[in-house]
């Protein structure tokens, strides 16, 4: 991809998460947009960040920890985790990334406070809970959420911002924001049962289901080939 089809994509992205919530009627600035840019070399990211994209979000953590380093003369870029998270990877997650989406055992959130330097500021995390009840994905049963929430509050060096999905694929708008909106639910249980706690954050939509996100409270979306084009399925 060039430079100028970045460029373009980018911009393309942008457009659609603000027509959305123009469509939604919600805020110019209530959902942020993050770059999925997995398998993706340095060079590509350091092109959005200049471009003006400053959060990332990465599946691979010794790919990432590699552009990490490549990139670390870039201010203010913000790295998200977002898949499944080992607990042999937790330390290197800990260590190097701001946000955390993937958490759904308390082993793995343990582990992620346990390791997190002091020094650096409470790593916002949120719980993936699995919407579709598919045995194949990873996320936590909305029946285990509360305690898990719990659990995670309890925890000094994580800040749990909210909940995060990935749905199974549906066909149209209603019965993609069927799933959307039940996370939107539990969110809004989790506020009421913690109200002391950050809970400001649904991660959720993607390039299929931008819209219904939006339409359903998503404030951060998840773009990756729409920005950088095809993936690469081979990785670190």
Request: proline share 5%; net charge negative.
């Amino acid at each position: 991809m060039t430079d100028t089809m970045l460029s373009e994509s980018l911009t393309s992205a942008r457009e659609r998460l603000s027509r959305a919530l123009v469509t939604a009627g919600r805020p110019a600035d209530a959902a942020r947009l993050l770059a999925v840019s997995k398998t993706k070399p340095a060079g590509m990211i350091r092109e959005a960040w200049q471009l003006g994209q400053r959060e990332f979000g990465e599946n691979y953590v010794q790919e990432a920890l590699e552009k990490q380093a490549e990139l670390a003369d870039l201010e203010g870029i913000v790295w998200h985790f977002i898949g499944p998270l080992q607990a042999n990877k937790t330390r290197a997650v800990a260590e190097h990334f701001d946000w955390v989406h993937s958490i759904d055992r308390e082993k793995i959130a343990r582990r992620l406070n346990d390791q997190r330097p002091d020094a650096l500021a409470p790593l916002d995390v949120c719980l993936q809970v699995n919407v579709s009840d598919e045995a194949s994905k990873s996320g936590v049963a909305f029946d285990e959420l509360e305690g898990l929430a719990n659990a995670v509050l309890a925890m000094p060096r994580l800040r749990l911002r909210g909940l995060m999905t990935i749905p199974a694929p549906a066909a149209d708008m209603a019965s993609q924001r069927e799933p959307l909106a039940r996370l939107r639910l539990a969110l809004e249980a989790l506020r009421k049962r913690f109200p002391e706690a950050p809970l400001d954050t649904l991660s959720m939509g993607m390039s299929d289901d931008l819209e219904a996100a939006v339409q359903e409270g998503a404030t951060l979306v998840r773009l990756g080939t729409a920005i950088f084009g095809a993936r690469n399925t081979s990785h670190r």
